[in-house]
């Protein structure tokens, strides 16, 4: 079940096995290494996170970003949106990464938009149990925080693209929605709480 958290209100006394069950899960078995996918439009955090949850939980991190080719970056500069025939590429290179981290038996923390649910299929196909904190944000905050933002390829202007393909973590899926316009710190600490997940799982 996915667990929808306003994480002002969030507690430590949840039960995360009251409220997340395990949902859609890849070729992984139970013993598999963990992969915490941090999703969402671009503007909501997900880099500020997800090098939080990293550092907290000692795992590797790695950011999609990385894995566009060329021809995205270029499209996504000039203000083209992506396609699916963009981005299938680019989802299967990063379950790739996913693979090769599993290989070494270590966990991982990965940043990726991650916006509609076949992607998101793809990505649970690898050998890892891969779980997602999407974050969420009003359209308004969120615009605002890429007008502000320096060093991306991605124009504000495809926020509206992003906002039309999105489809949220449906009740099967292994996951929770976070409102990101918490700290990061508290999102930090509430995704944890509520999915189980220290340092030595």
């Known amino acids: 079940m996915v667990l929808r958290i306003d994480p002002y209100t969030a507690t430590d006394e949840r039960t995360p096995t009251q409220h997340v069950r395990e949902g859609t899960v890849s070729h992984a078995g139970s013993s598999a290494p963990t992969v ?7 503007g909501v955090g997900k880099s500020t996170v997800a090098r939080l949850l990293a550092g ?3 795992w590797t991190m790695a950011e ?4 566009h080719p060329e021809n995205n970056i270029r499209k996504m ?6 396609t699916d025939a ?3 590429p680019w989802l299967r290179a990063i379950r790739g990464r996913i693979d090769e981290q599993a290989g070494t038996g270590q966990n991982l923390v990965l940043t990726c938009s991650a916006l509609k649910r076949s992607y998101r299929d793809l990505l649970r196909r690898a050998r890892a149990r891969v779980r997602f904190v999407h974050l969420t944000g009003d359209t308004a905050t969120v615009s605002e ?4 933002r320096t ?4 124009p504000p202007e495809l926020l509206r693209s992003q906002l039309a393909d999105l489809e949220p973590l449906a009740p099967d899926e292994d996951g929770i929605t976070v409102d990101s316009t918490a700290t990061p710190e508290r999102i930090v600490h509430t995704a944890l709480a509520t999915l189980a997940i220290g340092p030595q799982t």
Do not use: K, N
């Open 86 to 88: 963009d981005r299938i």
């Open 36 to 42: 915490i996918v941090v999703m969402g439009v671009s």
């Open 56 to 58: 907290e939980l000692g």
């Open 77 to 82: 500069t000039a203000g083209t949106p992506l």
């Open 64 to 67: 999609a970003d990385q894995f």
């Open 145 to 148: 925080r890429l007008l502000h």
């Open 151 to 154: 060093g991306h390829f991605m």
